[in-house]
């Protein structure tokens, strides 16, 4: 009878692997090229596809109008001009499905236009990255678009000119591509060596990692302006109108947001 010890060992080794794993998410599989990360990347690639519908409505509806004009001239377009505007159709779905293409914009132009434009480009450009990067990296780049459209969200409305829009196009167009190009022009077959102490892929993923947590960061210090308004304004109302969160002598709660010039303000309507 064969010896089976050898078989078990590798069964429960790689058992062990296997669990290892799964502990930590699954095997992860790079995104495909075409796959959206965020909503801005999400509504480009949208605004790719209706062009392309646009444009491909046009070419049948000119080749069919066309093809009946002729026809009405020389009374008839025959067998073989029905094959040719068959054809001419056919040629048209072929050409405008993948026409225009939806280019990969350059690293200069991420900083450019409007916060919403940063945030569809920045995610654009990331997407096209992911084929490179591991697994690791990869979850941290899909984490991020989520995060892009909030502060995009956030951004939207403020003025250009203010210091901390400079900060957030600094962030966004310049660290974030800097660490993965810097990480790109390592050697594929070197990125899994320890240079002083980590290896390049350790290095990108905790620098993404970083910026990642920035950029929850600055997001969180855009929401706090609102937040305090909103407060405010709910204190106001329930100091105008009463509701539950009024005192029954008449103060008000204290939740550590400061109150409004309230002498300023018309007093409660008697009853």
């Known amino acids: 009878m064969a010896d089976s010890t050898r078989d078990n060992d590798r069964i429960l080794r790689e058992a062990k692997q296997s669990l290892a794993v799964q502990r930590e998410g699954g095997t992860h599989r790079p995104a495909a090229r075409g796959t959206c990360i ?5 509504a480009a690639r949208r605004k790719l596809w209706l062009t392309r519908l646009r444009n491909l409505a046009i070419a049948i509806a000119t080749i069919w109008v066309g093809a009946g004009i002729a026809g009405a001239f ?6 073989w001009g029905v094959m040719a505007v068959i054809i001419a159709s056919a040629l048209a779905v072929a050409v405008f499905s ?15 236009g409007s916060p919403q434009q940063m945030v569809a480009r920045t995610e654009l450009w990331l997407e096209a990255q992911r084929p490179a ?9 899909d984490q991020m678009g989520a995060q892009l459209d909030a502060l995009g969200a956030q951004l939207e409305g403020l003025d250009p000119a203010l210091p901390l ?14 660490t993965i190009e810097n990480y790109r022009k390592v050697p594929q077959h070197l990125r899994a060596e320890q240079h002083a102490g980590k290896t390049a892929d350790e290095r990108l993923v905790e620098s993404l990692g970083k910026l ?15 937040l305090d308004d909103l407060a405010i304004k ?31 303000l018309p007093t409660k309507p008697e009853r």
């Open 38 to 42: 965020g909503k801005g990347s999400a």
């Open 74 to 79: 020389v009374g008839g377009i025959g067998f």
């Open 98 to 112: 993948s026409f225009p293409t939806l280019k990969t914009p350059k690293r200069a132009e991420l900083t450019q």
């Open 133 to 141: 990067l591991p697994p690791a990296a990869v979850r941290i780049i």
């Open 165 to 178: 829009m400079g900060e957030v196009r600094e962030l966004v167009g310049e660290y974030i591509p800097e």
């Open 212 to 226: 990642s947590g920035e950029i929850d960061r600055v997001t969180r210090r855009l929401a706090e302006g609102a």
């Open 234 to 264: 709910s204190r106001y109302l329930e100091y105008r109108y009463g509701g539950p969160g009024a005192l029954e002598d008449g103060g008000m709660p204290d939740t550590g947001v400061p109150l409004p010039d309230f002498a300023a």
